[in-house]
Nanobody
Framework: QVQLVESGGGLVQAGGSLRLSCAAS????????LSWFRQAPGKQRTLVAT???????MYADSVKGRFTISRDGTKNTVTLQMNSLRPDDTAVYYC?????????WGQGTQVTVSS
């Protein structure tokens, strides 16, 4: 099992930036997939961005060009740099991973974007 702990959420005005961080309890070199999901009130949890151990990345259309996902093997973290934030980015953001053929979730961090 991999423990994931998110940090960096908060309140920001539209157009601003936030940087989310997710710390893993083991080396991220051994984790196949690291992703960020988000869930807005009354809506389903959806994929925001993914990075794989082979270096690939994928983004939801709604965040392309604004968000960047990256891994830091020295700190065992995956970060989500969020720029040009909009009110519809408001959600709880969750870190997710797949390793050893099982998946784990973090507890989530709230991001609120005011207009």
């Amino acid at each position: 099992q991999v423990q994931l702990v998110e940090s960096g959420g908060g309140l920001v005005q539209a157009g601003g930036s936030l940087r989310l961080s997710c710390a893993a309890s083991r080396s991220i070199f051994s984790i196949n997939v690291l992703s960020w999901f988000r869930q807005a009130p009354g809506k389903q949890r959806t994929l925001v961005a993914t990075t794989t151990s082979s270096g690939g990345t994928m983004y939801a259309d709604s965040v392309k060009g604004r968000f960047t996902i990256s891994r830091d093997g020295t700190k065992n973290t995956v970060t989500l740099q969020m720029n040009s934030l909009r009110p519809d980015d408001t959600a709880v953001y969750y870190c997710y991973c797949v390793a050893d053929r099982r998946s784990d979730w973090g507890q989530g961090t709230q991001v609120t974007v005011s207009s």
